[in-house]
């Protein structure tokens, strides 16, 4: 099934730290020097380019800042370094992802509450109208949602295709124990189960389609 957001489709990280576009200033000796250290995992080295005057907001040739890099690497200390150095969770690259989305979605779990407790704007959305706990319901990130539920996140928004987090986690998970723990998450904060999709389903009818009958069990008790 196509994924119901553009977390599959965004920077992959592969582009280099020196492919940067043509029409912007070249970068100084610190912040390459930033971008070198995040490539190679080293936080020592990115402290080290901050205080030398790094720019932390830069961006490489696909818009990714240092910070997005770092978590693009999956690189949860590099992360954190930046992000108690200032850089910002929210800051979006050529394709609408930003480090809170995209730690989101990819269960970085101590970047996601660093981003939290320095700001990351919860309503912030993907280039699909996705958010971060859409993203993460979509990947099977249990922690992820977890740790979003601590906080004040849209639970029933709907993205640029009517799909709730909830709707995702029933018609992607297929019933795995992931998908199970994440609506049961889900429903215990208070996402609406009778929400519809696009073509009319709402969640029961979802699990029923799809016969999963241990997520339909775990709906119609939840809802009771």
């Known amino acids: ?28 000796a610190s912040t390459t020097a930033l971008y070198a ?18 720019e932390l907001e830069a961006q490489d040739s696909r818009g990714n800042t240092p910070l997005m890099r770092a978590v693009l690497n999956r690189d949860q200390k ?19 992802d930003s480090p809170f989305l995209k730690a989101s979605a990819l269960g970085l779990e101590e970047v996601l509450r660093s981003a939290l407790s320095h700001g990351a704007n919860v309503n912030s959305v993907d280039r699909l109208g996705s958010t971060a706990l859409f993203l993460a319901s979509e990947e099977g990130q249990v922690e992820s949602v977890r740790i979003l539920l601590q906080h004040d996140v849209p639970l029933d928004k709907v993205n640029d295709l009517g799909w709730s987090a909830l709707h995702v986690a029933i018609a992607l998970g297929q019933g795995s124990n992931s998908s199970l723990s994440i609506v049961r998450l889900l429903l215990a904060a ?30 119609r008790t939840s809802s009771k």
């Open 37 to 54: 250290a995040v490539a190679d995992r080293n936080p020592k080295a990115a402290r080290k380019a901050l205080k030398a005057g790094a």
């Open 78 to 96: 590099v992360a954190k370094t930046l992000i108690n150095a200032g850089a910002l969770p929210d800051a979006k690259n050529s394709s609408q």
């Open 190 to 219: 208070g996402a609406n189960p009778h929400l519809s999709d696009p073509s009319g389903s709402n969640a029961f009818d979802l699990a029923e389609k799809r016969n999963l009958t241990q997520m339909l069990s775990t709906l």
């Open 1 to 28: 099934m196509t994924p119901l957001s553009s977390a599959a489709a965004s920077g992959s990280g592969s582009a280099s730290f020196k492919q940067l576009p043509g029409s912007t200033p070249a970068l100084s």
